[in-house]
């Protein structure tokens, strides 16, 4: 699976690379098709607060997952409450079974 973290509005760390990566990467164990990974982290510090911003795709064949979360919090902490919308989505995803594309012989 191919993952990509890309920032906006800020440069990112090796130690938040890290940590971006690694709980990404237990992605992968609920939904055996995942293509790819796209990580978008924003900050927009217009306001007197900063705003944080992380939205995460994931591509699968023939589909993509978005989302994305905002917040006050740190990216890491929206990182987490992305993680855990994705695993819903590909749980729910994976009990549906598609019977045109799904269990037909190879050609």
């Not at 994931?58 to 695993?87: C, S």
Request: hydrophobic letters at 35%.
């Amino acid at each position: 699976m191919r993952k990509t973290i890309e920032t906006v509005n800020f440069t990112k760390t090796e130690k938040l690379t890290r940590d971006i990566e690694k709980l990404f990467d237990k992605i992968g164990a609920f939904h055996e098709r995942i293509l790819a990974l796209d990580v978008y982290l924003k900050l927009n510090s217009d306001g007197p607060v900063p705003d944080r911003h992380v939205g995460v795709r994931v591509f699968l064949p023939n589909q993509e997952i978005y989302v994305d979360v905002r917040g006050e919090d740190n990216f890491r902490g929206l990182a987490f409450q992305v993680y855990q919308k994705i695993r819903r989505s590909l749980s729910n995803l994976k009990e549906y079974i598609d019977p045109v594309t799904e269990g037909l012989p190879a050609v």
